[in-house]
T-cell receptor, first 114, second 116 residues
């Protein structure tokens, strides 16, 4: 079974621009979560989608948004980029049943904001 | 809310020596516990997990962890490390019985450096 895939793997943007990252979950997984990883803050939860609905959200400003499609693929968007948004963005998928289950991570997208 | 503390930020160890990475959590409700490993320039790979049942959990690559509810700990161990175990290790917790709370809360990570 193919793992979680994320595209692109690397991105360079400038302040003020916007960016869209994509995540394809493991086949059969209906839940997709996004995390931001930085040296200073570590791994922080952004949001989680299940059946095209945002089910949970972390403490990030409204510039961070996401969506999920009917095939469970997910995208996250960051508008008006700031230098502090430079990070590794990780996507994780899980079956998404009634209780939290094991999350499997993709390789991440490395975003650099100049 | 739950939180995770990894007590060691860096652990240097010689090849073939044992290693223990310490993780403590705080939560007012029952939890699921996980250990993930991250190799340079890669995502997170699941090493092992505790959901219920036996408190001693065996994972991939010879790792094991023990859930201790009274001490709220979930320490990771390996009896003999290899150079290839050099990586960053993350302990994480989720709350299975809190409605709509599916997120993982991570510790700050422990960098393991294995020397020949």
């Amino acid at each position: 079974k193919a793992g979680v895939t994320q595209t692109p793997r690397y991105l360079i943007k400038t302040r003020g621009q916007q960016v869209t990252l994509s995540c394809s979950p493991i086949s059969g997984h209906r839940s997709v979560s996004w995390y931001q990883q930085t040296p200073g803050q570590g791994l922080q939860f952004l949001f989680e989608y299940f059946s095209e609905t945002q089910r949970n959200k972390g403490n990030f400003p409204g510039r961070f948004s996401g969506r999920q499609f009917s095939n469970s693929r997910s995208e996250m968007n960051v508008s008006t980029l700031e230098l502090g948004d430079s990070a590794l963005y990780l996507c994780a998928s899980s079956l998404g049943g009634g209780v939290p289950d094991t999350q499997y991570f993709g390789p991440g997208t490395r975003l650099t904001v100049l | 809310a739950q939180s995770v503390t990894q007590l060691d930020s860096q652990v240097p160890v010689f090849e073939e020596a044992p290693v223990e990475l310490r993780c403590n959590y705080s939560s007012s409700v029952s939890v699921y516990l996980f250990w993930y490993v991250q190799y340079p320039n890669q995502g997170l790979q699941l090493l092992l997990k505790y959901l219920s049942g036996s408190t001693l959990v065996k994972g991939i690559n010879g790792f094991e962890a023990e859930f201790n509810k009274s001490q709220t700990s979930f320490h990771l161990r390996k009896p003999s490390v290899h150079i290839s175990d050099t990586a960053e290790y993350f302990c994480a917790v989720s709350q299975p019985h809190v409605s709509n709370d599916y997120k993982l809360s991570f510790g700050a990570g422990t960098t393991v450096t294995v020397r020949a």
